[in-house]
Protein backbone atom coordinates (compact mmCIF):
# COMPACT_ATOMS: atom_id res chain seq x y z
CA UNK A 1 0.00 0.00 0.00
CA UNK A 2 1.63 3.45 -0.77
CA UNK A 3 1.88 5.54 1.59
CA UNK A 4 1.23 9.67 2.11
CA UNK A 5 3.00 11.47 -0.58
CA UNK A 6 3.86 14.72 -0.03
CA UNK A 7 6.32 17.09 -2.56
CA UNK A 8 8.05 19.51 -3.00
CA UNK A 9 10.41 17.58 -0.17
CA UNK A 10 12.07 21.15 0.38
CA UNK A 11 11.57 24.65 -0.87
CA UNK A 12 13.50 27.79 -0.32
CA UNK A 13 11.52 31.06 -1.15
CA UNK A 14 11.84 34.53 -0.08
CA UNK A 15 9.72 36.37 2.17
CA UNK A 16 6.40 37.73 0.81
CA UNK A 17 6.65 35.39 -1.94
CA UNK A 18 4.22 32.76 -2.26
CA UNK A 19 4.43 28.82 -2.28
CA UNK A 20 2.45 25.68 -2.58
CA UNK A 21 2.30 22.22 -0.99
CA UNK A 22 0.94 19.14 -2.51
CA UNK A 23 -0.31 15.96 -0.85
CA UNK A 24 -2.04 12.90 -1.95
CA UNK A 25 -3.24 10.98 1.14
CA UNK A 26 -3.57 7.17 0.89
CA UNK A 27 -6.31 5.90 -1.11
CA UNK A 28 -10.03 5.58 0.80
CA UNK A 29 -8.58 7.66 3.56
CA UNK A 30 -11.31 10.00 4.64
CA UNK A 31 -9.44 11.87 6.70
CA UNK A 32 -6.66 14.42 5.61
CA UNK A 33 -4.25 16.59 8.26
CA UNK A 34 -2.08 19.37 7.67
CA UNK A 35 0.42 20.04 10.28
CA UNK A 36 2.78 22.64 11.00
CA UNK A 37 6.30 21.67 12.94
CA UNK A 38 8.59 24.18 13.64
CA UNK A 39 11.87 23.55 15.07
CA UNK A 40 11.74 22.02 18.07
CA UNK A 41 8.21 22.03 18.69
CA UNK A 42 5.67 19.18 18.37
CA UNK A 43 2.99 19.53 15.19
CA UNK A 44 0.65 22.60 15.36
CA UNK A 45 -2.62 21.03 13.34
CA UNK A 46 -3.16 23.82 10.80
CA UNK A 47 -6.29 22.41 8.74
CA UNK A 48 -8.53 18.91 9.45
CA UNK A 49 -10.67 17.65 6.29
CA UNK A 50 -13.19 15.00 6.54
CA UNK A 51 -13.85 13.90 2.99
CA UNK A 52 -13.74 17.55 0.82
CA UNK A 53 -15.36 19.39 4.45
CA UNK A 54 -13.02 21.48 6.42
CA UNK A 55 -13.54 19.57 10.38
CA UNK A 56 -11.20 22.26 11.81
CA UNK A 57 -9.30 25.44 10.76
CA UNK A 58 -9.08 27.22 14.16
CA UNK A 59 -5.58 27.31 14.03
CA UNK A 60 -4.91 28.05 10.29
CA UNK A 61 -3.81 32.12 9.43
CA UNK A 62 -6.24 32.44 7.14
CA UNK A 63 -4.84 35.99 6.26
CA UNK A 64 -2.39 34.02 4.73
CA UNK A 65 -2.91 30.42 4.58
CA UNK A 66 -5.56 28.62 2.14
CA UNK A 67 -6.06 25.11 1.81
CA UNK A 68 -8.34 22.68 -0.16
CA UNK A 69 -8.81 19.11 -0.74
CA UNK A 70 -9.99 18.72 -4.43
CA UNK A 71 -12.62 15.88 -4.92
CA UNK A 72 -11.86 14.38 -1.18
CA UNK A 73 -8.74 12.93 -2.29
CA UNK A 74 -5.58 15.29 -3.08
CA UNK A 75 -5.01 18.29 -0.97
CA UNK A 76 -3.09 21.47 -1.33
CA UNK A 77 -1.81 23.65 1.00
CA UNK A 78 -0.63 27.84 -0.16
CA UNK A 79 1.09 30.30 1.80
CA UNK A 80 0.83 33.84 0.34
CA UNK A 81 2.51 35.89 1.74
CA UNK A 82 5.15 33.71 3.45
CA UNK A 83 6.56 35.27 6.06
CA UNK A 84 10.55 34.41 7.84
CA UNK A 85 8.23 32.44 10.98
CA UNK A 86 6.53 30.53 8.44
CA UNK A 87 9.84 28.97 7.93
CA UNK A 88 8.78 25.15 9.05
CA UNK A 89 8.09 21.44 8.01
CA UNK A 90 4.75 20.76 6.84
CA UNK A 91 3.56 17.41 7.76
CA UNK A 92 0.56 15.98 5.65
CA UNK A 93 -1.47 12.95 7.18
CA UNK A 94 -4.33 10.71 6.36
CA UNK A 95 -6.43 8.76 8.51
CA UNK A 96 -9.49 5.64 7.69
CA UNK A 97 -11.40 7.50 10.48
CA UNK A 98 -14.82 8.29 10.75
CA UNK A 99 -14.00 11.47 12.45
CA UNK A 100 -14.13 10.04 16.16
CA UNK A 101 -9.92 9.94 16.03
CA UNK A 102 -9.36 6.57 17.66
CA UNK A 103 -7.83 5.49 14.02
CA UNK A 104 -3.87 6.19 13.81
CA UNK A 105 -2.68 9.37 11.34
CA UNK A 106 -0.10 8.05 8.40
CA UNK A 107 2.47 11.03 7.89
CA UNK A 108 4.15 11.69 4.88
CA UNK A 109 8.08 12.85 4.89
CA UNK A 110 7.05 16.68 5.34
CA UNK A 111 8.06 19.56 2.98
CA UNK A 112 10.96 21.59 4.71
CA UNK A 113 10.53 25.54 3.89
CA UNK A 114 12.85 27.77 4.54
CA UNK A 115 11.74 31.55 4.10
CA UNK A 116 15.00 34.08 3.88
CA UNK B 1 -5.47 24.92 26.84
CA UNK B 2 -2.64 22.49 26.05
CA UNK B 3 -3.86 19.17 25.62
CA UNK B 4 -0.85 17.02 26.30
CA UNK B 5 2.26 17.67 28.26
CA UNK B 6 5.95 15.76 27.53
CA UNK B 7 7.86 16.28 30.73
CA UNK B 8 11.16 17.06 29.76
CA UNK B 9 12.31 17.79 26.56
CA UNK B 10 15.74 15.83 26.33
CA UNK B 11 16.46 12.93 27.70
CA UNK B 12 19.70 10.50 27.56
CA UNK B 13 19.89 7.10 28.23
CA UNK B 14 22.40 4.32 28.12
CA UNK B 15 22.59 1.77 25.98
CA UNK B 16 20.73 -1.41 27.97
CA UNK B 17 18.58 0.88 30.64
CA UNK B 18 15.45 1.50 30.68
CA UNK B 19 13.55 4.46 28.77
CA UNK B 20 10.88 6.38 30.58
CA UNK B 21 9.35 9.37 28.49
CA UNK B 22 6.56 11.06 30.30
CA UNK B 23 3.00 12.08 29.07
CA UNK B 24 0.05 14.07 30.69
CA UNK B 25 -3.22 14.82 29.09
CA UNK B 26 -5.63 17.24 29.81
CA UNK B 27 -9.22 15.65 29.34
CA UNK B 28 -13.16 15.45 31.50
CA UNK B 29 -13.70 12.72 28.78
CA UNK B 30 -11.58 9.66 27.76
CA UNK B 31 -9.62 10.36 25.18
CA UNK B 32 -7.60 8.31 22.46
CA UNK B 33 -4.14 8.25 23.13
CA UNK B 34 -1.40 7.34 20.98
CA UNK B 35 2.94 7.68 20.96
CA UNK B 36 4.66 8.85 17.49
CA UNK B 37 7.74 8.29 16.85
CA UNK B 38 10.22 10.70 14.22
CA UNK B 39 13.50 9.92 13.13
CA UNK B 40 15.80 12.51 11.47
CA UNK B 41 13.64 13.81 8.29
CA UNK B 42 11.40 11.60 8.44
CA UNK B 43 7.70 12.42 9.05
CA UNK B 44 6.09 10.76 12.19
CA UNK B 45 5.61 6.67 12.47
CA UNK B 46 3.15 5.38 15.16
CA UNK B 47 4.37 3.37 17.93
CA UNK B 48 0.89 2.46 19.59
CA UNK B 49 -1.96 3.71 20.49
CA UNK B 50 -4.85 3.72 23.80
CA UNK B 51 -8.40 3.51 22.42
CA UNK B 52 -10.41 1.22 24.81
CA UNK B 53 -9.83 -2.06 26.70
CA UNK B 54 -6.74 -2.97 28.15
CA UNK B 55 -4.93 -0.04 29.71
CA UNK B 56 -1.51 -1.47 29.36
CA UNK B 57 -0.68 -1.50 25.59
CA UNK B 58 2.26 -3.35 23.80
CA UNK B 59 3.82 -1.70 20.46
CA UNK B 60 6.47 -1.75 17.96
CA UNK B 61 10.13 -1.65 18.69
CA UNK B 62 9.79 -3.06 22.48
CA UNK B 63 7.81 -0.29 23.73
CA UNK B 64 4.54 -0.15 25.64
CA UNK B 65 2.24 2.32 27.82
CA UNK B 66 -0.05 2.34 30.27
CA UNK B 67 -3.36 4.68 29.92
CA UNK B 68 -3.75 5.41 33.68
CA UNK B 69 -6.78 7.31 33.99
CA UNK B 70 -6.22 8.20 37.83
CA UNK B 71 -3.26 10.22 36.99
CA UNK B 72 -4.47 11.07 33.79
CA UNK B 73 -1.14 9.69 32.40
CA UNK B 74 0.11 7.83 29.23
CA UNK B 75 4.09 7.03 29.72
CA UNK B 76 6.01 5.30 27.64
CA UNK B 77 8.68 2.72 28.57
CA UNK B 78 11.17 0.21 27.18
CA UNK B 79 13.11 -2.15 29.40
CA UNK B 80 16.57 -1.30 27.38
CA UNK B 81 17.70 0.91 25.08
CA UNK B 82 18.78 0.16 21.62
CA UNK B 83 21.28 2.93 19.99
CA UNK B 84 18.33 2.76 17.18
CA UNK B 85 16.02 4.25 20.06
CA UNK B 86 17.58 7.57 19.25
CA UNK B 87 14.73 9.40 17.75
CA UNK B 88 12.47 12.38 18.69
CA UNK B 89 9.63 11.11 20.81
CA UNK B 90 5.86 12.33 20.42
CA UNK B 91 2.64 11.38 22.48
CA UNK B 92 -0.41 12.82 21.33
CA UNK B 93 -4.25 12.55 22.26
CA UNK B 94 -7.53 13.15 20.02
CA UNK B 95 -10.07 15.24 21.65
CA UNK B 96 -13.09 16.05 19.53
CA UNK B 97 -11.86 14.19 16.66
CA UNK B 98 -9.01 16.38 16.64
CA UNK B 99 -5.57 15.00 17.12
CA UNK B 100 -2.93 17.15 19.24
CA UNK B 101 0.59 16.60 19.73
CA UNK B 102 2.77 17.04 22.54
CA UNK B 103 5.96 19.55 22.10
CA UNK B 104 8.13 16.20 22.03
CA UNK B 105 11.35 14.79 23.79
CA UNK B 106 14.29 14.18 22.21
CA UNK B 107 16.08 10.70 23.56
CA UNK B 108 19.78 10.20 22.57
CA UNK B 109 21.05 6.92 23.54
CA UNK B 110 24.96 6.69 24.39
CA UNK B 111 26.89 3.44 24.19
Known amino acids: EAGVAQSPRYKIIEKRQSVAFWCNPI?????LYWYQQILGQGPKLLIQ????????DSQLPKDRFSAERLKGVDSTLKIQPAKLEDSAVYLC??????????????FGQGTRLTVV | AQSVTQLGSHVSVSEGALVLLRCNYS??????LFWYVQYPNQGLQLLLK??????LVKGINGFEAEFKKSETSFHLTKPSAHMSDAAEYFC?????????FGAGTQVVVTP
Open chain 1, 93 to 106: ASSPSSGRGNTEAF
Open chain 1, 27 to 31: SGHAT
Open chain 1, 49 to 56: FQNNGVVD
Open chain 2, 27 to 32: SSVPPY
Open chain 2, 50 to 55: YTTGAT
Open chain 2, 92 to 100: AVTLLGKLQ
